[in-house]
């Protein structure tokens, strides 16, 4: 039987808003919006992987396993997210629980949906995809981004043609980015590498499935307007 888990990685300490987890939205830590759509998705297990005791707590409080304490490297604020996958993968294949994929849920995308989860878990189970990633429509198009040169000029970033800087949006092709919303991968590719085997040459010939979110389901919490925008939002949901 094919088996994903549910990986929610839950650093404590944060930057740009202090116990960012574990703040409160719409009354429930933030944190607790994941596991909440993982818990009703297609997932096998959902397991958080905090560096905090309290994090751990409030996670099982909700319903998630949180079994162990995540190494302190892998919860600086410059430590790849990668690292924290391959911890869980590790973890659980000393168990002799390794499951056949994993599906990584950030915190940070509480208005992601128990379908996109589905939507996911349905590509990485088939047996043809290395990885899936949820994806959205780039909010500003990459084409107009700008450089700063000697401290005092503005350049544009991409070395490409007036005409196609200048162009209107609906001129331009669609471009996409990584949303944070679901990232699945097979349990081994964690295993076997020490980031996502994944480049723009294909040099490792893994194959990248895709979900497709909507920009409002796609809202990534980074900043305190970002929270209190979010909030307004499911407030108004709820009301």
Same mark, same amino acid.
């Given at each position: 039987?094919?088996?994903?888990?549910?990986?929610?990685?839950?650093?404590?300490?944060?930057?740009?808003?202090?116990?960012?987890?574990?703040?409160? /939205?719409?009354?429930?830590?933030? #944190?607790?919006? &994941? $596991?909440?759509?993982?818990? !009703?998705?297609?997932? +096998?297990? @959902?397991?958080?992987?905090?560096?905090?005791?309290?994090?751990?707590?409030?996670?099982?409080?909700?319903?998630?396993?949180?079994?162990?304490?995540?190494?302190?490297?892998?919860?600086?604020?410059?430590?790849?997210?990668?690292?924290?996958?391959?911890?869980?993968?590790?973890?659980?294949?000393?168990?002799?629980?390794?499951?056949?994929?994993?599906?990584?849920?950030?915190?940070?995308?509480? /208005?992601?949906?128990?379908?996109? #989860?589905?939507? &996911? $878990?349905?590509?990485?189970? !088939?047996?043809?995809? +290395?990885? @899936?990633?949820?994806?959205?429509?780039?909010?500003?198009?990459?084409?107009?981004?700008?450089?700063?040169?000697?401290?005092?000029?503005?350049?544009?970033?991409?070395?490409?043609?007036?005409?196609?800087?200048?162009?209107?949006?609906?001129?331009?092709?669609?471009?996409?980015?990584?949303?944070?919303?679901?990232?699945?991968?097979?349990?081994?590719?964690?295993?076997?590498?020490?980031?996502?085997?994944?480049?723009?040459?294909?040099?490792?010939? &893994?194959?990248?499935?895709?979900?497709?979110?909507?920009?409002?389901?796609?809202?990534?919490?980074?900043?305190?307007?970002?929270?209190?925008?979010?909030?307004?939002?499911?407030?108004?949901?709820?009301?």
């Amino acid at each position: 039987m094919v088996s994903t888990v549910g990986i929610i990685p839950a650093r404590g300490g944060s930057k740009g808003i202090p116990n960012k987890n574990l703040r409160l /939205l719409c009354g429930k830590p933030l #944190i607790a919006h &994941t $596991i909440s759509s993982a818990l !009703t998705s297609k997932l +096998d297990r @959902v397991l958080v992987f905090t560096d905090s005791e309290e994090i751990q707590e409030v996670s099982i409080s909700y319903g998630a396993e949180a079994p162990v304490l995540r190494p302190a490297e892998t919860a600086t604020d410059r430590a790849h997210m990668f690292l924290i996958y391959k911890f869980a993968m590790e973890y659980l294949h000393a168990k002799n629980q390794l499951p056949h994929s994993f599906c990584a849920l950030l915190p940070t995308s509480p /208005l992601r949906t128990t379908q996109t #989860i589905n939507d &996911t $878990i349905e590509k990485i189970q !088939t047996g043809f995809y +290395d990885w @899936v990633f949820s994806i959205n429509e780039m909010e500003h198009h990459p084409y107009r981004a700008m450089a700063i040169k000697n401290s005092n000029l503005l350049e544009p970033f991409h070395k490409i043609e007036s005409k196609t800087l200048w162009a209107n949006r609906q001129e331009l092709p669609k471009v996409y980015r990584f949303n944070g919303g679901t990232m699945c991968g097979l349990s081994k590719h964690a295993l076997e590498n020490t980031e996502y085997n994944i480049d723009g040459l294909n040099s490792y010939g &893994t194959k990248v499935g895709f979900v497709e979110m909507s920009q409002l389901e796609s809202l990534d919490i980074d900043s305190e307007i970002d929270l209190q925008i979010v909030s307004s939002l499911m407030y108004k949901k709820h009301t």
